[in-house]
């Protein structure tokens, strides 16, 4: 059965880093777009970040440029967020995501990075505190 499988996450301090990892099992990352999404108490799931398995292309929130980077390690069937200059405001549940997309290559083909409607598999989430 095709399963997502999210570790990494723990309580940083404020202008800390930490490394989520999601990890297939049933299925590989070819043919898919992995994104990862966001939700704080309270709010709305958001997406933080995506990248396509096909030409490596990538997306960010406009929240998390130049703090977050995605990346894919083909060879553990595992993509990566590392979450770099944190802070409270990134407090949140982390969750990844894979929507089987073989007639697409690039995250840019439509311009619609985070339709949760798109998904076809979910991970558990794993929890991401960032103190003051």
């Known amino acids: 059965e095709e399963q997502l499988v999210e570790s990494g996450g723990g309580l940083v301090q404020a202008g800390g880093s930490l490394r989520l990892s999601c990890t297939a099992s049933?299925?590989?990352?070819?043919?898919?777009?992995i994104g990862w999404f966001r939700q704080a108490p309270g709010k709305e799931r958001e997406g933080v970040s995506c990248i396509s398995d096909a030409d490596g292309s990538t997306y960010y929130a406009d929240s998390v440029k130049g703090r977050f980077t995605i990346s894919f390690d083909h060879a553990k069937n595992t993509v990566y967020l590392q979450m770099n200059s944190l802070r409270p405001e990134d407090t949140a549940v982390y969750y990844c995501a894979a929507d089987f997309a073989p007639d697409v290559y690039s995250v840019h083909y439509s311009g619609n990075y985070f339709d949760e409607s798109e998904y076809d598999y979910w991970g558990q989430g794993t929890q991401v505190t960032v103190s003051s």
């Open positions: 049933g299925f590989t990352f070819d043919d898919y777009v």
